[in-house]
Antibody
Framework: EVQLVESGGGVVRPGESLRLSCAASGFTFDDYGMSWVRQAPGKGLEWVSGINWKGDSTGYADSVKGRFTISRDNAKNSLYLQMNGLRAEDTALYHC??????????????WGQGTLVTVSS | DIQMTQSPSSLSASVGDRVTITCRASQSISSYLNWYQQKPGKAPKLLIYAASSLQSGVPSRFSGSGSGTDFTLTISSLQPEDFATYYCQQSYSTPVFTFGPGTKVDIK
């Protein structure tokens, strides 16, 4: 059974940093790209960042570019999101999601339940 | 950047109704479009990928169509468990992706 379990969320002040982790199990982790998707309270889904299976290709939403860094450790079956310079608008539930390509279309077929990040002074 | 819009933003429907949700991209994305369902307090669930392919295990009352800039998600006969929020997502601009703002379907 595929499982994605996020951790590392918490309450921080504006300008501080946080590192999220996602532990993957039930599939061959280094066969898949991964992404982080967030959801602010009462709002819609926002794709944040993604990484390919090897870790040498990444992408970021404009809203986090230059502040967030995605990485992975295939030996540990883990995905990470280093978040620096946090702002109030980064407050959200952060999900990790498995990315799969089917006929060239990239989709998110498994999701974790998320870890909550709150940025408040 | 590719922007996604959805209409309506919310709708009220009854069990048994046919429901159609529209998603529009700011530029042509071919068929690089997926649909997700999200229920309160739950993670999103993939319904449709590549505009019209049904994800394994998803009931056949769900269908998708469209290409280019205009797409639709149709629920042929709304069931009680279908009351949720639905999101489209483009993957044309890989490795950057975009979700639509969502359409909330609730009970009339």
């Amino acid at each position: 059974e595929v499982q994605l379990v996020e951790s590392g969320g918490g309450v921080v002040r504006p300008g501080e940093s946080l590192r999220l982790s996602c532990a993957a199990s039930g599939f061959t982790f280094d066969d898949y790209g991964m992404s982080w998707v967030r959801q602010a309270p009462g709002k819609g889904l926002e794709w944040v960042s993604g990484i390919n299976w090897k870790g040498d290709s990444t992408g970021y939403a404009d809203s986090v570019k230059g502040r967030f860094t995605i990485s992975r450790d295939n030996a540990k079956n883990s995905l990470y999101l280093q978040m620096n310079g946090l702002r109030a608008e980064d407050t959200a539930l952060y999900h990790c999601a498995r990315r799969q390509a089917v006929r060239g279309v990239h989709l998110f077929d498994y999701w974790g339940q998320g870890t909550l990040v709150t940025v408040s002074s | 950047d590719i922007q996604m819009t959805q209409s309506p933003s919310s709708l009220s429907a009854s069990v048994g109704d046919r429901v159609t949700i529209t998603c529009r991209a700011s530029q042509s994305i071919s068929s690089y479009l997926n649909w997700y369902q999200q229920k309160p307090g739950k993670a999103p669930k993939l319904l449709i990928y590549a505009a019209s392919s049904l994800q394994s295990g998803v009931p056949s009352r769900f269908s998708g169509s469209g290409s280019g800039t205009d797409f639709t998600l149709t629920i042929s006969s709304l069931q009680p468990e279908d009351f949720a929020t639905y999101y489209c997502q483009q993957s044309y601009s890989t490795p950057v992706f975009t979700f639509g703002p969502g359409t909330k379907v609730d009970i009339k």
